[in-house]
């Protein structure tokens, strides 16, 4: 079924920027989509890259624009401390350096070395865990589009005294650039250590919640995104998603 959506922006935008912002796929993806005429708006084809979408228009990608984007490659690291997510600066280490075949856990092959595998989902250069990357426009949709309902769960070990009370506030009550923070699971799990489950995604987020109630982070690991989990994945280690779970993180269903 052909992808549709309606822009409920304000101000005209670009194809390929809004494309982009909302995770459905990378700019340079949207122009290759344009030029290939599977992009209208409201019904009309869309050929020139540098068309904007106007308040209400609806854009439709059609079903051989799905498959292309369906056709990415889709990969789950162990991200160790001290590796970043994404392009680095000169002094930092991407984690798509460990995609090696020496690192590689069951079936599939390394990716070229000037392969585009953004992060779907970023984790930071002192935290570890689960970390995806992706080719695949419709799985960058799922996990960090707009509309995605998946959640994310983290084991966090802190210094400070934990409260009910602040426990209460890292729940629900807590305000960051301005905006009130949805919703948050959080669970003691021993006296230094906790449980989170986000359904959104801030710059350095349960950081910076655990500061506005004086407690330190000392460790966060990231175990789950949606119904992908770490598992016994071996740190520095990566795999190939498998297509059921390609499928589950569309669906936003858990297994």
Avoid at 34 to 43: L, Q, R, Y
Avoid at 47 to 70: F, H, M, V, Y
Avoid at 91 to 117: F, H, M, Q, W, Y
Wanted: hydrophobic share 35%; proline share 5%; glycine share 10%.
């Amino acid at each position: 079924m052909a992808f549709t959506r309606t822009y409920d922006g304000l101000e005209p935008v670009r194809i390929n920027k809004w494309l982009g912002q909302t995770g459905v796929c990378s700019r340079r993806e949207a122009e290759a989509l344009i030029a290939a005429g599977m992009v209208t708006i409201d019904g009309e084809s869309v050929t020139d890259p540098g068309r904007k979408i106007e308040p209400g228009q609806t854009l439709t990608l059609n079903d051989r624009g799905e498959a292309a984007l369906a056709s990415g490659v889709t990969i789950l690291i162990h991200k160790p401390l001290g590796y970043v997510s994404g392009q680095p600066e000169p002094d930092k280490i991407p984690a798509v350096r460990l995609l090696t075949a020496e690192n590689l856990v069951g079936e599939g092959t390394p990716p070229a070395e000037d392969a585009s595998l953004p992060p779907i989902g970023r984790l930071d250069e002192d935290s570890r865990g689960l970390l995806m990357l992706s080719s695949d426009g419709v799985v960058a949709k799922a996990v960090i589009g707009p509309q995605s309902k998946l959640d994310k769960e983290y084991l966090v070990r802190i210094e400070g005294d934990v409260t009910e009370k602040k426990l209460a506030l890292l729940r629900r009550g807590l305000m960051l650039d301005g905006r009130i923070l949805k919703y948050a699971k959080v669970s003691r799990m021993e006296q230094n250590r906790l449980r989170f489950i986000l359904t959104e995604g801030r710059n350095r987020q349960i950081r910076r919640m655990c500061e506005m109630v004086d407690l330190e982070v000392t460790d966060l690991l990231r175990i789950r995104v949606g119904p992908i989990h770490l598992n016994n994945l071996p740190e520095g280690k990566w795999r190939m998603i498998t297509n059921e779970e390609r499928d589950a993180l569309i669906s936003g269903s858990t297994y």
